[in-house]
């Protein structure tokens, strides 16, 4: 069965550093999606950037961006110029695609940007 | 308006009472799952739906019931609610294929309390 650890239960930054969030997964699929979703305090699970497996190259989204390492099964988020409303969970989450189907989530990370 | 709704968005119930969370969708996706998430354990399956005639369960179903019945609507039910019920429970739909598969759109979640 797949599996997605987040091994960091909690970090704290200063507005404007930047600050990475670290994901590990185990599989033996080799065609699959990994996500990030954010909650914020509002409890609202909101997509912040997803890669495909296939790509070799990192997804990026504005001040987000990814360190996808395919051989090692690690996908990490780097956060640039931190904001204080990225304060909030966030969830690694991975889906093979032709397995099971279903999104696994990690059991989340909280993140504070302290002003 | 909210593309994924969920009612009730709080409720606090009793000990045995039967309680039913509603979910319905106007992103017009074939695929329904219903997910608990409690702190420190991330989101965690309980029933998903690939079409209207499909149900499925999911890694903790036992306590639960699921009916779909539309496209757009898929409910749970909690038979005879317990305090370990007690969770933040989400509704959320994908589209079966194409550009964007994989990505799940999540409701705002119902808070339920089970005293």
């Known amino acids: 069965a797949q599996t997605v650890t987040q091994s960091q239960p909690e970090m704290s930054v200063q507005e404007a550093e930047t600050v990475t969030l670290s994901c590990t997964y185990d599989t033996s699929e080799s065609n699959y999606y990994l996500f990030w979703y954010k909650q914020p305090p509002s409890r609202q699970m909101i997509l912040v950037i997803r890669q495909e497996a296939y790509k070799q190259q990192n997804a990026t989204e504005n001040r987000f961006s990814v360190n996808f390492q395919k051989a090692a099964k690690s996908f990490s988020l780097k956060i640039s110029d931190s904001q204080l409303g990225d304060t909030a969970m966030y969830f690694c989450a991975f889906i093979d695609q032709g397995g099971s189907e279903k999104l696994v989530f990690g059991k989340g990370m909280k993140l504070t940007v302290n002003p | 308006d909210a593309d994924v709704t969920q009612t009730p968005r709080n409720r606090i119930t009793k000990t045995g009472k039967r309680i039913m969370l509603e979910c319905s969708q106007t992103?017009?996706?074939?695929?329904m799952y219903w997910y608990r998430q409690d702190p420190g354990l991330g989101l965690r399956l309980i029933y998903y739906s690939f079409d209207v005639k499909d149900i499925n369960k999911g890694e903790i179903s036992d306590g639960y019931s699921v009916s779909r019945q539309a496209q757009a609507k898929f409910s749970l039910s909690l038979e005879s609610a317990i305090p370990n019920q007690t969770a933040l429970y989400f509704c959320a739909t994908s589209a079966p294929g194409g550009y964007g598969w994989g990505e799940q759109f999540f409701g705002p979640g119902t808070r339920l309390t089970v005293l």
């Open positions: 992103k017009g996706h074939d695929r």
